[in-house]
């Protein structure tokens, strides 16, 4: 089985609680990088062999990713990959961790944000998760990631309350404007709420 083993050190010396969170923060986004970069030597390596083995694939430079998460923004440095029979050029840890081909936001942003709907304003979750993940998600981005997710409702029954949200946004297509309508239902005897339907029009 293939891992990465990770040391994290941690300074004792005139430590608090603060601090100690002061230090771990940011461990998630070092983490998810120092994986990628194992999983990258591993493919590469598979494919050419050492720095001087000659095989059918040879390395071929880099190129730069970026992502927009909920651990924060990765900048990436990937490696390429050249096919010497084909000629294809690829980058071997973009395949093997099924890494979007066009996207900078990725969709554990958007989820986080959706998650965040239910127990805020739809505005203050934006900003809530603009926060959290270092990114500038934008209303209209949000709503594009609902509908990629495909994300569908169905009607709770226990919910009591019903809560109505609408939000102007404005766009650059021929519409100059939309309306993003989110309704949630609302359980006063559990104090839960759902997300019982989205809609825009």
């Not at 909920?70 to 099924?98: C, H, I, N, Q, W």
């Not at 609408?166 to 989110?182: D, I």
């Amino acid at each position: 089985m293939k891992k990465t083993t990770i040391k994290i050190t941690i300074e004792h010396e005139n430590l608090n609680l603060v601090g100690l969170i002061d230090q771990v923060k940011g461990l998630e986004r070092e983490i998810v990088e120092k994986v990628i970069r194992d999983v990258e030597k591993e493919e590469v390596e598979s494919l050419c062999g050492g720095e001087y083995e000659r095989t059918r694939y040879q390395r071929h430079g880099s190129k730069l990713r970026s992502f927009k998460t909920s651990v924060g923004p990765l900048d990436l440095d990937l490696t390429r990959v050249r096919d010497k029979e084909t000629g294809e050029v690829f980058t071997p840890v973009e395949e093997a961790l099924a890494m979007p081909k066009r996207k900078v936001i990725l969709e554990d942003v958007s989820l986080e944000l959706i998650e965040q709907i239910s127990k805020l304003s739809y505005r203050k979750a934006v900003e809530t998760v603009q926060e959290l993940s270092h990114s500038n998600l934008s209303k209209s981005t949000l709503w594009r990631r609902v509908q990629e997710l495909e994300i569908e409702a169905k009607l709770r029954s226990d919910a009591d309350v019903i809560l109505v949200d609408e939000t102007k946004v404005h766009n650059q297509g021929e519409e100059p404007f939309n309306y993003l309508h989110f309704f949630l239902g609302y359980n006063t005897e559990e104090e839960k709420y759902s997300l019982l339907s989205a809609g825009c029009e």
